[in-house]
């Protein structure tokens, strides 16, 4: 009986040292402990220290409690032990040690916080709207609008000014730190630095909905000189088909009610409901990360967005395969 309960634990124990080995060392996976910004660092830290002083104060304890059993064990059923009530200076050493601890984890929380929280002087301000399910970024001194993938110039830091279009969302990518809620009618105020180059995934962290789950993001962080590469492609207006197959694709796409929602510069769609499609076809994903940005995904997600997306405002517009393969066409163009 006993063996086996003991296979169980050695499994149970096995099973979380193997999943907190995977959680650590996976890149793929954005992890609080793979940080790469000064920020993010900090926290990793304050994580980390407050870890080991809980897992000092584990062994501490669990020693005292297996040692008191072993040391004051009863020989016989009968043994009863010595009936006291109450120890002074156990009574002054378990009070008081527990709230040092506290004191401790208090007074480096204050110091991280301190040394957080402040966005920097010379931070560049990009605006998050949090909308059903997507994030849109507006980057206020570029005139650049953007919708789930972030750019970021690797070392600068970057202001998030953070609002919502509908209800609670939260703006997370753990390896760049922080975590904020985007709450209607206020404005909260996060900022990042990316120090190395590289795509960090994030995730809406606060229950919005369906597709809560659905709503991802992704920091793209590139040298300077990509960054400024990438601001000005998207500052230009949309590339204009010569092409008959993409102007087809454009007519469509401008005589359907996608232009209700969607905004392509340089052309008669000015609407601010979904994603501004101007550069579509530079982003890696759609659908707020759910899909890879292929022509096949593209037409999947125009064919029923509720059946990738549930919840999704976008909704299924009855179009004909041939209509869709022209609209992705068209948009896959906008480079
Ligand atoms: Cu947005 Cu959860």
């Given amino acids: 009986m006993l063996s086996k309960k003991l296979r169980y634990l050695r499994y149970g124990l096995g099973m979380i040292f193997a999943s907190l080995l995977l959680a650590g060392c996976s890149s793929e996976r954005p992890s609080i402990l793979l940080p790469v910004s000064p920020k993010a660092n900090a926290e990793a830290n304050l994580f980390l220290i407050i870890f080991w002083i809980s897992v000092a104060v584990f062994v501490i304890v669990e020693a005292a409690l297996f040692y008191s ?18 120890s002074v200076p156990l009574e002054i050493a378990w009070t008081t040690a527990p709230a040092l601890v506290l004191v401790v984890v208090f007074v480096l ?36 609008s953007t919708a789930n993938e972030l750019h970021l110039p690797v070392g600068r830091p970057v202001r998030l000014l953070l609002e919502t279009k509908d209800v609670i969302h ?11 809620d985007l709450i209607a009618g206020h404005q909260n105020v996060l900022w ?3 120090d190395k180059a590289g795509e960090y995934h994030g995730q809406c962290a606060e229950l919005c909905g369906a597709s809560h789950a659905n709503m991802r993001t992704k920091v793209i962080a590139e040298s300077q ?9 998207q500052k230009t207006p949309s ?29 008669t769609a000015a609407g601010a409901v979904g994603p501004d499609l101007t550069h579509v ?3 890696s994903t759609i659908a707020a990360g759910l899909l890879e940005n292929t022509s096949a995904n593209m037409a999947r997600w125009i064919d029923n967005p509720p059946a990738i997306k549930p919840g999704v405002l976008m909704p299924k517009l009855n179009l004909s395969q041939d209509d869709i393969t022209s609209i992705v066409a068209y948009l896959q163009s906008l480079k």
Avoid at 170 to 180: D, I
Avoid at 239 to 266: E, Q, S, W, Y
């Fill in 69 to 86: 059993v072993i040391r004051f064990r009863g020989k016989n059923a009968e043994d009863v032990p010595p009936q006291i009530h109450g």
């Fill in 109 to 144: 929380t204050w110091q991280t916080l301190q040394a957080t929280a402040a966005p920097p002087l010379d931070s560049m301000p990009v605006l998050v709207t949090g909308n059903q399910f997507w994030w849109k970024f507006d980057y206020l001194d570029q005139q650049v």
């Fill in 170 to 180: 939260s703006f997370w990518v753990p390896q760049l730190g922080g975590k904020m």
């Fill in 192 to 194: 990042l630095q990316a």
């Fill in 225 to 233: 000189v990509n960054f400024d590469a990438w601001i000005q492609s």
């Fill in 239 to 267: 590339t204009t088909p010569t092409n008959p197959a993409l102007v087809k694709g454009r007519d469509l796409f401008l005589g359907n009610a996608c232009i209700g929602c969607h905004m392509i510069r340089g052309t």
């Fill in 281 to 283: 076809a530079s982003r």
